[in-house]
Each structure stands twice: as structure tokens, then as C-alpha cells.
């Protein structure tokens, strides 16, 4: 005997069903068949639910996969990262003939990035403030190989357009988030590509930028997780600081520069993400002195390589050296200085002079320079600052502890006065656009804060120091909310002091 409808509660649908909406007929909503249906012994459907337009994400829009196949794939057809990991001698012979599938950008997607105009109107915020110092995406081969009308036919890239956009955009202050929607959205299209059978030097790009947009805004673990998948990536297509592994068509010098420059960005991430927790393996291998350095960035710009302007790691240090090559340079110390504090440093007693040394004469190369790039000089403070954390504060009584916690007051008193000079009366460390600012300096910063912040009940002079720090991470947070975040950790730490 069937049991009768009334005496149990079926799933509700969110809408009356077709057939009752076509009847005009009273519908009590229920799945898998309403009542009505049931009892007429009709086909009972429901249309899907619709959104409201107000609520409608662009996550919402996008179709179950970024990608709509033009036709059935052959089954017989080898994509080239597959070849590429199981035999790449097969593409070196030519013994087979490469099919590509051509791939559809959602409309969504190309929404978020508005018109030609809009795109380059990003396309010049980002060149004009955070390209001057982390310049690892070719101008030249941008404005003529990558933005032109035909973009939107090129996945990777428009989803290099679209990083560029995130990456320029300053994060909102209500509700202060920066896991925007267009991050999101983003992160989503960016896993989609990175895990296609197309590999794009494009894609490692954008990845890079994700990356760092998440390190500049304390969105952990995944800056650390985006950085590693980064480093296999740029394996994936041939990349790294040698050359060594370099299988894929590069016709031009610019090429291999741009393939270099990305690599060293890798690089740079990955050091910097680790400056306050070391111990945690990189994901990239410690550049070795014979690597080759960045060439000189305005004549990259223009499109200029040649050969002789080359360095390697084991060049002195001179004000002949572009800027982003220091910083290479200023990032390989940062990964020794971590990977020294994280290991026996009891039994290698010289190891730190000569990092100390090496990055005083760092700082003094960074200065020396027509222009000084002071925000690469915040690389390295925070890699000095780094060397001595473990001594800052030291209550040792082990004679070699003494000797590095007094160095460590020394370093503190020195870049102390860097600060009341630059910061507070020149203003060059960071009084300056909020596009401008890189976010490298953070990490020194804040030691330095925490460093004064326990010495103020005795000196009036920390006091002010740490008034003044406190209103400048106030001023960076509106460009990398990384800077809140130390924020809200400096209070923490006045609380603990204050127990």
C-alpha cells in the first residue's frame, strides 16, 4: 500500500515545477515529484534556481570548467607537458605531431577586466610603481607581444592582465579583507590554467604575482604554498637561475632575461616569506656563485641585452650592478643568514661576522648608487635584522651569546638612527606614494618596535621611536595590509610586557 503523501515531509524544491507553473496548478514543491505530478502521472521538473543579481559573485557565472572544448579531443593526441615529463627526447626527434585544443575564456572572466583602456591604464599603474622594483615581466615584449585586442583569445594572458590588475589594486578598508572577491576569483581561474596541458611562461607570471599579493597582505599558509607550487612550475617550463634545465624555444636574449628575472622573483619570495619563521626548507635550490645576475634594468626595459653587461654572483658588489641584481644578491645572503639562525649556530662562531660583513657591505653598494632604492635597502635590514632576532632580546649567559646580543644593540642603535634621519626628517623610507612602497621593509620594522617597545619605560627616546614606527605601518597598511597585521601583533606584544 503506498503511504500517502500527507504523512511525510519530502525535500522541498526552491520554485514550483514546470508542469504545475505551465497548468497554472497549485504546487507543493515537492522532490523527486510534486503532488500534482504524482497524482496525473505526469513528468515532474524543476528549472534551476536563479540569483539574485545583487548576490551573483563571478565565481557564480563561471561554468563548472573555465575551459569549453571546441570539439572531442582525439584520444590518440600526446599534450606536450605529458611528453615533457615522460619522454622529451620524442619532441627533440619530432617523432610526433602536437595537437593543441583551443581554449575559451568565460565572458565573466573578461568582464573583470573592463576594455582596452581600463587594461592599460593597469598596465601603466603597475610599470609605473611596482615594476621599478621588481621588475621581472618584460615591458617591451608586454606593450608588443601580449596587449593587443586579440588578448582575449589567450587565457594565459588574461590571467597575467588580470594579476596585474589584483596586484595594483589597493585592498579595501570595509570590510578590511583582502581576500576580495576578485582574489578569489583569480586564485580559481589561475589553479584552472596551471593545471591545463598548456605551459605558459604567462601562467608563471601571474603565479608569481598571486604569490607575492599574498605575501604583502599576510594571507598564510597560502603565500608559502603559491610560492612552492611557483618553483615546480618554472621547473615544469625549463627555469632557473643557471640555465641548466632551459628546453624551452627561446629565440631572443630579452627572453632569457625575462626567464632569469622570473626565477630570481621565485627566489626573492621565497626567502623573504621565511624571514620571520626559519627553519622551513625553501622550495628553490640556493644559488650557486656562478649564477648569472639581472642585467641592467632600463636597458632591459628598452629591450637591450648584451652579453658582455652580464654578472654572476661571485662579481664584486659596485654601483655598475642593476638594482634588481643587488636585491638578487641581498635575497641569497637573507637565505644564508635563515638558514644559519635555524641551525647549530654554537659551532660555526665565524659564520655570522662574515654575514654581517657581507650585508653591511650591501647596504653600503644599495647606497652608493645615482638613485638609491631604498626599499631595497629594507631587504636588507630585515636580513640583518634577521641575523641578530635570536640575540635581540637574549638573557644568555654563554659568552658567544653576549658577544652577538651586544652586536645585536649595535645593529639596532645603527639602523635606529637610520630611521630618525630617513623616516622622520627626510622622510625617504616611506613617506612616500602608497603604490610605491614595497613591502620588505615590514620585518625590520617591526623588531626595531619590538626592540624599543621594551626599552621605553627607561628611555623617552623609544618612546618616540615606536610612536612614529607605529604611524608608519598605519600608513603602509593601506598598501599591504601585512603592515596591520604586524600592527596587531606590536599590541600584543605591549600586552604581554604590560602582564
Not at 621581472?136 to 606593450?143: C, D, E, H, V, W
Not at 621565497?270 to 644559488?287: E, I, Q
Request: overall charge neutral; proline content about 6%.
Amino acid at each position: 500500500m503506498r503511504t500517502p503523501i500527507s504523512e511525510y515531509d519530502p525535500p522541498q524544491a526552491h520554485q514550483v515545477c514546470i508542469s504545475c507553473k505551465k497548468r497554472k496548478r497549485k504546487c507543493n514543491k515537492a522532490r523527486p515529484k510534486c503532488s500534482s505530478c504524482l497524482e496525473r502521472n505526469l513528468n515532474c521538473e524543476y528549472s534551476a534556481p536563479r540569483k539574485s543579481s545583487d548576490s551573483t559573485s563571478v565565481l557564480d557565472q563561471l561554468p563548472n570548467s573555465f575551459f569549453v572544448d571546441d570539439g572531442p579531443a582525439d584520444a590518440q593526441s600526446i599534450d606536450i607537458p605529458t611528453i615533457l615529463f615522460l619522454d622529451p627526447t620524442i619532441l627533440r626527434n619530432g617523432y610526433v605531431e602536437i595537437s593543441r585544443t583551443a581554449n575559451l575564456v568565460p565572458e565573466p572572466i573578461l568582464r573583470l577586466l573592463g576594455d582596452l583602456e581600463e587594461i592599460e591604464e593597469i598596465s601603466s599603474r603597475f610599470f609605473g610603481h611596482i615594476h621599478l622594483w621588481m621588475p621581472f615581466i618584460s615591458k617591451k615584449r608586454f606593450y608588443e607581444i601580449h596587449l593587443r585586442p586579440s588578448f582575449q583569445s589567450r587565457p594565459d594572458i588574461v590571467l597575467l592582465l588580470l594579476s596585474l590588475k589584483l596586484i595594483t589594486t589597493l585592498p579595501p578598508t570595509q570590510p578590511r579583507n583582502p581576500r576580495t572577491s576578485l582574489y578569489k576569483t583569480i586564485k580559481h581561474f589561475y589553479l584552472e590554467l596551471e593545471g591545463s596541458s598548456t605551459l605558459s611562461i604567462l601562467i608563471l607570471q601571474a603565479g608569481v604575482l598571486l604569490a607575492f599579493y599574498e605575501l604583502g597582505h599576510a594571507i598564510y599558509p597560502a603565500a608559502y604554498l603559491s610560492i612552492g607550487a611557483c618553483a615546480r612550475y618554472a621547473h615544469a617550463l625549463g627555469i632557473n637561475a643557471s640555465g641548466k634545465l632551459n628546453k624551452g624555444r627561446v629565440v631572443t636574449l630579452v627572453e632569457v632575461e625575462e626567464r632569469r628575472r622570473v626565477w630570481w622573483a621565485i627566489v626573492i619570495l621565497d626567502r623573504f616569506v621565511s624571514v620571520g619563521c626559519p627553519g622551513r626548507p625553501f622550495a628553490t635550490a640556493n644559488p650557486i656563485l656562478e649564477d648569472y645576475l639581472p642585467v641592467d634594468d632600463k636597458a632591459w626595459d628598452e629591450g637591450i641585452i648584451r652579453p658582455e653587461d652580464y654578472f654572476t654572483l661571485s662579481s664584486p658588489m659596485s654601483s655598475h650592478m642593476s638594482k634588481f641584481a643587488l636585491l638578487c644578491q641581498a635575497a641569497r645572503l637573507l637565505g644564508q643568514v635563515l638558514d644559519y639562525v635555524s641551525s647549530d649556530h654554537a659551532v660555526h662562531d665565524d659564520v655570522w661576522i662574515q654575514l654581517d660583513r657581507t650585508l653591511q657591505s650591501m647596504t653600503a653598494a644599495s647606497l652608493k648608487v645615482d638613485a638609491p632604492d631604498y626599499s631595497q635597502i629594507t631587504f636588507v635590514y630585515s636580513a640583518l635584522v634577521a641575523l641578530y632576532t635570536p640575540w635581540i632580546a637574549s638573557s644568555s649567559s654563554n659568552e658567544a651569546d653576549n658577544v652577538r646580543s651586544q652586536r645585536a644593540k649595535v645593529i639596532i642603535e645603527q639602523i635606529t638612527e637610520t630611521i630618525k634621519e630617513n623616516l622622520m626628517a627626510r622622510k625617504c623610507f616611506f613617506g612616500v606614494d602608497p603604490e610605491d612602497m614595497s613591502p620588505w621593509g615590514l620585518f625590520f620594522a617591526y623588531r626595531i618596535s619590538v626592540s624599543h617597545m621594551r626599552r621605553s619605560r627607561e628611555n623617552p627616546d623609544s618612546l618616540y621611536i615606536l610612536k612614529n614606527l607605529k604611524e608608519v605601518f598605519m600608513t603602509i597598511d593601506s598598501r599591504w595590509n601585512a603592515a596591520g597585521v604586524y600592527l596587531q601583533l606590536l599590541e600584543a606584544q605591549e600586552v604581554m610586557e604590560n602582564c
